[in-house]
């Protein structure tokens, strides 16, 4: 038997008990469903397919066939439910869908859509009633390590926290929302600020793309001389960031150099940043993310008190890296 038949085969409702007659003594047991939802950002991409998949108890991981899938909205959102109430480790791809409109994702330096062809991944190590899990470079970073070892909670773990600890002098947080959510941290400052922080790095990830010859495609070419196609020049920098991982704990010290350095070199003054405003709507404003100004301006725009964005964007200006 496939390894995966026990899980691929729970996806329906599980009963247990059997009623019979006017009588019966049996009852049906209904598991309660659990969740997984989140965005995918790089920037925002839109209408590409979601697929949750689960990781079994010797690490393979589900067929994509029989994933929990979904595609992704307009604001990058994704929701999918396990009706089986699965509570193990998870996989989570994006992928270009190959039906209905075309996959797109947002170039932070123009803020037009472009066209998503690559895979981003994110890993969990265990859904539970309703986990959130966003899917960014950063997040493949630790899908990336964690593949090369057994897959379980723990490992993925480990991979999360190693992932997090050589971007941490950029402020990475994989648990943080990539876009500034005014619609539901409106009145939180310190998660405003979060969230602008990973809009802001997601930003230098587009620019170093663009204009950096320190992340490569496999052959060693500069991500930005190896295509001209900004879709194809981020595509090549997703792997290159995936690529400095070299364990699921550890990462090569001369590549991790590189892609910070490749980082750290852009300035992001010219960005298109996400702003998920009251009303569910996705509003994008340029930012300069070095000008107080400028951000106080982008929140006054998407509907924040001037009062509040006045304090609001000195708190973010002030914890950015």
């Not at 047991?29 to 989140?38: C, E, N, R, Y």
């Not at 929302?177 to 922080?197: E, F, I, R």
Request: aromatic content about 2%; some cysteine; overall charge negative.
């Amino acid at each position: 038997m496939n390894k995966m038949t026990g899980i691929a085969l729970a996806t329906t409702l599980i009963l247990t008990g059997c009623g019979g007659g006017s009588g019966g003594g049996g009852s049906a047991v209904l598991t309660t469903p659990t969740t997984v939802s989140g965005s995918a950002v790089k920037g925002i991409i839109k209408q590409a397919k979601v697929l949750v998949c689960r990781i079994d108890v010797n690490g393979n991981i589900e067929p994509d066939a029989s994933c929990a899938s979904t595609i992704t909205g307009n604001d990058g959102s994704y929701h999918v439910t396990f009706s089986d109430g699965y509570t193990g480790p998870a996989m989570v791809k994006v992928v270009a869908s190959t039906s209905g409109p075309s996959s797109t994702m947002m170039d932070e330096t123009t803020g037009l859509d472009i066209p998503y062809t690559m895979t981003m991944r994110a890993v969990v190590p265990t859904v539970s009633g309703a986990t959130t899990v966003y899917v960014t470079p950063f997040s493949e970073m630790a899908a990336s390590a964690v593949s090369m070892t057994t897959i379980n909670a723990t490992n993925i773990s480990q991979s999360i926290d190693a992932v997090q600890t050589l971007m941490s002098t950029l402020g990475v947080d994989l648990s943080i929302m990539p876009v500034v959510d005014l619609k539901n941290s409106g009145s939180d400052s310190a998660t405003l600020t979060l969230q602008a922080n990973m809009a802001k790095q997601l930003g230098r990830v587009t620019m170093a793309a663009k204009n950096s010859s320190l992340l490569t495609d496999a052959n060693g070419v500069a991500c930005n001389v190896a295509s001209t196609e900004p879709s194809q020049q981020i595509a090549c920098a997703v792997t290159a960031m995936a690529g400095v991982m070299n364990s699921y704990v550890t990462s090569d010290p001369t590549k991790s150099a590189n892609m910070l350095a490749a980082l750290n070199a852009q300035n992001v003054t010219n960005i298109s940043m996400p702003i998920l405003k009251a009303d569910g709507i996705i509003d994008l404003s340029t930012v300069d993310m070095t000008s107080l100004t400028s951000i106080q301006s982008a929140m006054q725009n998407a509907g924040m008190a001037v009062n509040t964005a006045s304090s609001t964007a000195g708190v973010m200006m002030a914890g950015m890296r």
